[in-house]
């Protein structure tokens, strides 16, 4: 499989060809691929990948060490949803297969499948999404929830990419997304590669431009949404939601139904993933904290469902009472 390394963006554009599960699992850690979504798609890639290697043993055997390669792809990294869904459904398809060289056949044909009901979906969000948004308006979004983080398109991405194409926006406001800088590194990128008038803020500075009343809604991904509509984005999120609520502010999270995770009652029960203080401490390998100095680096936050207007998923777009809205939403997904 072949993944754009967003490490290296957006200086320049890296292909990374990979015949190993390891090496995806090696590619989610280190974020060369992110975005809930991309991070699902990787996955399943990863688990045809595993099924191939395995492909000379019996049916028992492949199954057995199938899902303990599976398992070590389903715990790259712990806060997204999409990762865990893909690396389930890629297993119930390898359980239905007769033999071990049927598995691998069907389960590249999935992979294939989950990539594409993605893209799908993006765009069935950016239709829902652009209708909310406010006309002649100027959105803010949060770290990258574009074409890099899914399967193409992109979700909160997706929105503003089909309303810029309606014409309904006048700018778009993007936020470095500190300490590893997706907005400014890939968002922007983006942004500017489809001709989208993009303006870069630092994150402090969204608080002041949404009371001079220059932000009109905000936009962002997610990585796992409870059953009660609390959602786990990237770090900043959380914040971004109550100024937005104290300004008057609109805020919107787009996202797809995988990206919803049923099993979990609240936001609390959400594991956030903790990175290394050097993410912080140092930039491009140089130390920018002074020496001695520690640092606390969690890469999601949880923002209550209180606090978000709506959900737009490929299905519907949601609104409170949460609970409901999406237990009928995933219950017709399965229909």
């Known amino acids: 499989m072949s993944l754009l390394d967003q490490t290296r963006l957006p200086a320049e554009e890296v292909w990374l060809d990979l015949s190993d599960y390891r090496e995806v699992v090696s590619a989610i850690q280190k974020m060369r691929v992110r975005g809930a979504p991309a ?30 390669s599976a398992d070590v792809i389903a715990r790259a ?10 690396v389930k459904r890629m297993l119930s398809v390898a359980r239905s297969a007769k033999t071990p060289g049927v598995a691998v056949a069907t389960l590249v044909e999935e992979a294939g499948r989950i990539q594409m009901e993605d893209e799908a979906a993006n765009r069935a969000i950016g239709r829902f999404g652009a209708e909310l948004l406010p006309p002649h308006g100027a959105v803010l979004t949060h770290c990258n929830a574009g074409a890099l983080a899914t399967a193409g398109y992109g979700t909160a991405l997706g929105v503003i990419r089909s309303a810029w194409a309606d014409g ?11 300490p590893l800088l997706q907005g400014s590194r890939l968002t922007a990128w983006e942004l500017a590669h489809d001709g989208i008038d993009a303006t870069l803020l630092p994150d402090s500075a969204a608080g002041q431009l949404m009371r001079r009343g220059e932000v009109q809604s905000v936009v962002v991904g997610a990585d796992r949404i409870a059953a009660n509509g609390d959602v786990a984005n990237k770090i900043g999120t959380y914040s971004l939601a109550v100024l937005a609520r104290e300004n008057g502010v609109p805020f919107y999270v787009a996202a797809p139904t995988s990206t919803v995770d049923v099993s979990l009652s609240g936001g609390d029960a959400i594991p ?26 969690p890469a999601f936050d949880i923002t209550p469902s209180k606090y978000v207007t709506a959900i737009v998923t490929e299905r519907a777009v949601l609104r409170a009472p949460y609970g409901p809205a999406i237990a009928a939403t995933m219950e017709a997904r399965h229909d």
Not at 45 to 61: K, N, Q, R
Not at 77 to 86: E, F, I, K, M, Y
Not at 168 to 178: G, H, I, Y
């Open 39 to 68: 991070i699902g798609i990787a996955g399943a890639y990863a688990v045809a990948l595993a099924a191939t290697e395995l492909e000379s043993l019996e049916v028992d055997d492949f199954m057995a060490q199938l899902v303990v």
């Open 168 to 178: 309904k926006l006048s700018r778009v406001f993007a936020t470095e997304t500190r």
């Open 77 to 86: 990294r712990p806060t997204g949803a999409n990762l865990g869904w893909a």
């Open 272 to 297: 956030i993933e903790e990175r290394e203080a050097s993410e912080v401490t140092h930039l491009n390998g140089t130390r920018i904290a002074a020496e001695g100095v520690s640092a606390v680096n």
